[in-house]
């Protein structure tokens, strides 16, 4: 053999190092900040889940006699007048405010944002009077005649949201590690150019996973069975995805044959 065939059959089959690094460095630090937040985001989740469950569990002040500072967490409730309705665009949607009148001098206007265009928003006036509910001087909910909506204060979505927001970043991110570290296994032992089914189905498998773990979070009240409901989604889905891409084994011939 020639010494340049000879160095033709010793130059690698993989891209320039560069090009394979960049492969495994970015899903790596990408999905690490994933996970990271994940953690943060479970971490914050037991307070709200306290406060949560202290918000339910709140009596109205009236039931039980004297005010809101008299009686620590009860639910105060009292008249106001709207003077101003504003609705203002942030990000992809808008953002609704009213401001109120407390009906007594010393106390200034205050802003309240009810959570969605709901019917009590869609009806209020300067002018018209609205009840106002507050628990640990944070305004709840507005009424207006027989009509209830909640305000953005209210307690209660968080520990919805957290939990979903944090299990698909969760997934997301050991996604991308795996991926990383699946690139960094095939660089180390030059393996040939990736099919397109390699990428496509781990990408399905994710899909699938953070699709089960956001219905569980939303659906379950109870978040140890929303998390273990998602656990046993993504185990399912990653398992199928590991079926799909195993090479075909060799079929063996029974006994005698």
Known sequence: MSPDRASASAAPALPPASAGLKGIVIPAVVGSVMVLAAAVLFALLPGELSEARDFQAARPCEEI????????????????????????????????????????????????????????????????????????????????????????????????????????????????????????????????????????????ATAVAVGIAVTAAIMIANVLLALLVAAAGWAVAWAASARLLRPPGVRRLPPGA
């Open 65 to 204: 006699g004297g005010s809101a500072a008299e009686n620590g967490d009860c639910l105060a409730t009292w008249p106001a007048t709207v003077l101003t309705t504003e609705a203002r665009a942030r990000g992809e949607g808008v953002a609704h405010w009213a401001t109120l009148d407390q009906g007594d001098e010393d106390l200034p206007p205050f802003r309240v944002r009810p959570r969605g265009e709901g019917p009590v928003w869609e009806r209020l006036a300067p002018g018209d009077r609205v009840t106002v509910a507050t628990w640990r001087a944070a305004t709840v909910w507005v009424e207006a005649g027989n009509e209830r909506q909640d305000a953005t204060e209210r307690p209660g979505l968080g520990p919805v949201v957290r939990p979903a927001v944090g299990l698909a970043l969760l997934i997301v991110g050991g996604a991308l590690l795996r991926a990383s570290g699946w690139a960094h296994r095939r660089r180390a032992v030059r393996a040939p150019a990736v099919r397109a089914r390699q990428i496509t189905v781990p990408m399905a």
